[in-house]
């Protein structure tokens, strides 16, 4: 029987300006999301964000700070996909952290290289036409949870906030 399976990820904000990192796929140009990834067996959430953070941006859980976190955000993956031949979906766990480290902190070849680059925007400025659409209806509710934001179309070219 196929699952969902447990994803947790990190909304990195910079506690004065209160702007967000966000990072762009290496493998899809325009697509933008933050540092997120699947919860290992036998890992708990904190264990999997501090993992998936220091795997995908090279920064230490001594550089942020949780804050907030909420959970039981659920996908589907499209046309019956399974991913792993188990699981038909995320739900996915998002931490909203205050970021204390520095620009060079920020390391994309930490590990396998996902993103090919990254930046600092308002939370009203993210570019939601990058995100793919089964994707979409999650990304709105987390932007209006964690910062009372409701994410359009920006009808700009894709991926440009």
């Excluded at 540092?35 to 993992?51: C, N, S, W």
């Excluded at 700070?65 to 019956?80: D, L, N, S, V």
């Excluded at 996915?92 to 930490?110: E, H, P, R, S, V």
Aim: charged letters at 30%.
């Amino acid at each position: 029987m196929a699952t969902y399976r447990p994803n947790v990820a990190a909304i990195l904000r910079k506690p004065k300006s209160g702007k967000i990192l966000i990072a762009e796929r290496i493998s899809n140009k325009g697509s933008w999301q933050f540092p997120q990834g699947g919860v290992d067996k036998g890992e708990d959430l904190i264990g999997a964000l501090f993992r998936e953070v220091e795997e995908e941006i090279g920064v230490g859980p001594d550089k942020y700070k949780i804050t907030a976190a909420r959970t039981a955000y659920r996908y589907k993956f499209p046309r019956g996909h399974l991913k792993k031949k188990q699981f038909c979906g995320q739900v996915q766990t998002y931490f909203l952290c205050d970021y204390y480290g520095k620009k060079n902190a920020i390391d994309l070849d930490a590990h396998v290289r996902e993103f090919s680059q990254y930046k600092w925007i308002k939370p009203e400025d993210f570019p939601l036409e990058g995100v793919p659409k089964f994707k979409r209806s999650v990304f709105k509710r987390v932007f209006k949870d964690f910062f009372g934001v409701k994410l359009k179309m920006q009808g700009k070219k894709k991926g440009k906030p």
